[in-house]
């Protein structure tokens, strides 16, 4: 666990109707804490943000978006743009896997989509991650190396540093089959992100991006990845859906925080 604030973000992905969405709210707003160190994330579907934003306590949460249009507005029929959401949202979700694999986003829409966030100024969470085929054949490095240098190409150092990325190996994903990595596997991959940054962009941009743990994670195996060095949080799928797990993961940040903050 690092210094930094730690992000513990859900992505509540096509999940919950506006009533149930919003009954989630209310269960987690009476278990979840304020932290000064601890930013919680919710990323409810577009349809739901707004009445959310209405609902939501700004000293617990911030909300996020799980994807946008890279343009600004225009004749885009079906598309909600970055724009529109700028004042509803912390954080947008660029490049989740499901939007690679389902809806065949390249790292050219990643890119361009990443650059439309920072315009908006919105910060984006960059997910980031091999699938199994791709780590067998030893293609992991160059996987992540090519989703990375392309999805940041237009963006400054500083604007780097301000971000977050988020390493969810597909095969680690509930959705995808949901093989649990061991904290070691999630290291090297996340070791090996804030290096390409430093190589590419600098030591300042490396070290104060946030980099984020993805894929299964819930209240039994969040702590084991909280603790890798240089981990900045996790990025919740299922488990963001029931309020005793998320809550439970966010208590375990805020217990590993005080252990730090007390030594
Ligand atoms: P699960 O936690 O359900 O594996 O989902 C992870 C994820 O995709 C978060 O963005």
């Known amino acids: 666990m690092s210094t930094k604030r730690t992000l513990i973000a859900g992505n509540w992905k096509m999940n919950l109707n506006t009533a149930q969405a919003s ?21 409810p ?61 390249n790292n050219d829409l990643i890119r361009d989509k990443v650059a439309a966030c920072v315009r908006n100024e919105i910060t984006p969470i960059l997910c980031v991650g091999e699938t199994k085929h791709e780590r067998r054949a030893g293609e992991t490095k160059r996987v992540l190396h090519s989703q990375i240098s392309t999805a940041l ?32 596997q999630a290291q090297e991959a996340m070791d090996y992100i804030r290096k390409q940054i430093r190589d590419l962009h600098g030591k300042k941009a490396a070290d104060n991006v946030r980099v984020l743990y993805g894929g299964s994670v819930d209240d039994q195996t969040a702590r084991g990845y909280m603790e890798i ?35």
């Open 45 to 105: 579907s577009a349809l739901t943000l707004q009445p959310l934003s209405v609902q939501l306590d700004r000293r617990k949460f911030r909300l996020g978006a799980q994807n946008a249009y890279y343009k600004d507005d225009g004749a885009f029929t079906g598309e909600v743009s970055f724009t529109m959401l700028r004042d509803l949202v912390h954080y947008a979700v660029i490049g989740h896997s499901e939007r690679r694999l389902y809806f065949n986003e």
């Open 23 to 43: 009954l989630l709210l209310h269960r987690l707003q009476e278990r979840i804490k304020i932290h000064k160190n601890i930013e919680v994330v919710l990323i």
């Open 229 to 263: 060095l240089g981990c900045d949080g996790v990025l919740v799928g299922g488990a963001s859906l029931n309020y005793h797990k998320f809550s439970e993961i966010v208590r375990s940040a805020y217990a590993m925080r005080h252990e730090v903050e007390d030594e």
């Open 153 to 184: 190409s237009n963006l400054t150092a500083h604007e780097i540093g301000e971000m977050v990325i988020a390493y969810e190996p597909v095969w680690a994903i509930s959705t995808f089959g949901g093989e649990l990595a061991k904290p070691a």
